[in-house]
């Protein structure tokens, strides 16, 4: 097998960001507000659901290639490409459905990135969860903006 240094990096930020974004949508999915409550709220009860089933998927794929996951809310923190912050003043829906548009993109932007880190890598199996994962999130952003109109 290649080198494959960069890539155990790479799911490590992975699994910090997940852990991060789990938390920012059950954020979401408490606090919004307003005529879509039942659609949205819903709709981020699915993304964080999903974003805990890819936090263990690439939490595992690290392990299974030799890695160490990242395992404390600090990690995530230190280490998530995506921030949180307190509610603290009212957020509107179309901002939150921003807000996870923005997340998603740079989720994407990163995923690109490791599918090439995966592919020098000669490892096809973290690739092929990568482009998995960019298929879904790719998917939901077309969602997400057409609710958006
Ligand atoms: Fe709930």
């Given amino acids: 097998m290649a080198d494959n240094k960069a890539l155990k990096d790479h799911l490590n930020t992975l699994v910090a960001t997940q852990g991060v974004l789990f938390t920012k949508l059950h954020q979401h999915h408490w606090y919004v507000k307003g005529n879509h409550f039942f659609t949205l709220h819903e709709k981020f009860e699915e993304l964080y659901d999903e974003a805990n089933d890819y936090f263990d998927e690439f939490a595992e794929r690290l392990l299974t290639i030799g890695g160490k996951p990242y395992s404390t809310l600090q990690e995530f923190i230190d280490h998530s490409i995506i921030e949180e912050s307190p ?24 995923l690109y990135k490791g599918i090439e880190l995966a592919g020098e890598a000669e490892d096809n199996v973290t690739e092929d969860l990568y482009i998995g994962y960019k298929t879904d999130l790719e998917k939901h952003m077309w969602m997400l903006r057409a609710y958006l109109g």
């Avoid at 996870?100 to 932007?109: N, W």
Wanted: proline share 0%.
């Fill in 87 to 110: 509610y603290t003043n009212e957020v509107s829906q179309v901002d939150m459905v921003q807000s996870v548009l923005d997340d998603f993109d740079l989720l994407v932007k990163e």
